[in-house]
């Protein structure tokens, strides 16, 4: 399954189109999956399971899971909202 979300993502992005990843359900991602979307969308079980370990709060998880090309990554929070991060700040 993650070979074909690799080779969708690549294929778009080598098209230039916007490319938006859901990353659900968690499964091992490899970093480079991270690296082609516009979007990185995960639930705050994903993002922790991405970025285990990490001791910031959501913003900065989120800023944490931006790779590569990555542009915007958005963690949902359930009924507490959502985080969405850039690389040069953050928007909640």
Not at 41 to 50: F, G, M, S
Request: charged share 15%.
């Amino acid at each position: 399954a993650m070979d074909a979300v690799q080779a969708a993502v690549a294929i778009a992005a080598s098209a230039n189109v916007t490319t938006v990843l859901n990353a659900a359900p968690i499964i091992p991602m490899p970093a480079r999956v991270r690296q082609e979307p516009a979007v990185l969308v995960v639930n705050e079980h994903e993002a922790e399971a991405l970025t285990p370990g990490f001791p910031g709060d959501w913003p900065d998880r989120a800023r944490s899971l931006l790779t590569g090309q990555t542009g915007l990554a958005v963690i949902t929070l359930g009924d507490r909202g959502v985080v969405a991060a850039r690389a040069n700040g953050t928007i909640t």
